[in-house]
């Protein structure tokens, strides 16, 4: 997998996402799916016509926002999403704080990359990640 990130919307950004962004069985999974200009999309391919996944995040007065995680079914439980997420960690390494939104059932997953719950709300938690 080879990963590029989109800061600017161009012809190219939207021949590959406004597939994503207009497909209503990706939308049951991603009801909040939106673009903002602030917004990096961080996208995985397989190859240069195949996307595996992606992601996107703003960072505002020092704390980044992760959001939109997204596998293709063909390519989930693979760890694709493991190099997704660790290539933009990396890439926030200087950010002073991360926070996400995940389902309870992954809240493990990133324990171990050092996220920490700050709230619950139905199936869903608030993780935190601070630089010490």
């Known amino acids: ?5 989109f800061r600017n919307r161009n012809k190219e950004f939207w021949g590959i996402m406004g597939y994503y962004f207009s497909n209503k069985e990706i939308r049951k999974e991603l009801p909040f799916i939106i673009d903002e200009k602030e917004k990096v999309w961080v996208i995985g391919f397989k190859n240069v016509e195949e996307v595996v996944g992606f992601l996107s995040y703003k960072i505002l007065n020092g704390t980044a926002t992760i959001t939109n995680c997204f596998i293709n079914k063909k390519y989930r439980k693979m760890g694709y999403f ?3 997420i660790l290539y933009t960690l990396n890439k926030l390494k200087n950010v002073n704080k991360i926070k996400m939104i995940i389902l309870k059932k992954y809240e493990f997953f990133f324990r171990r990359l050092g996220f920490y719950e700050s709230y ?3 199936k869903y938690i608030g993780i935190v990640k601070e630089k010490w």
């Open 120 to 122: 619950k709300k139905g």
């Open 82 to 84: 493991n190099k997704l």
């Open 1 to 5: 997998m080879f990963i590029v990130s």
